[in-house]
């Protein structure tokens, strides 16, 4: 017969290795959404004819179709 700690302690550890798993499937979740987002920016720009991109703070613009780019 397996004593009630024992029982007790395997409780815990399935219960935090469920806990670790479920903040690992929302942090992936919440990381393809802000991917998922800023290709859809991207995607409104560019049929709109017009991109501004953000390079570490940098603030890239031009009319898509133009030669020249800044």
């Known amino acids: ?3 009630p700690e024992c029982v007790f302690i395997i409780y815990i550890i399935i219960l935090i290795k469920v806990n670790v798993l479920i903040k690992q499937k929302h ?3 919440t990381k393809f959404c802000k991917i998922a987002r800023r290709t859809n920016q991207i995607q409104e720009a560019l049929n709109l004819g017009k991109a501004s991109i953000n ?3 940098k603030q890239l613009r031009w ?3 133009q030669d020249e780019k800044p």
């Open 1 to 3: 017969m397996i004593s």
């Open 27 to 29: 942090t992936n979740k």
């Open 55 to 57: 390079i570490r703070g």
């Open 63 to 65: 009319v898509i179709g």
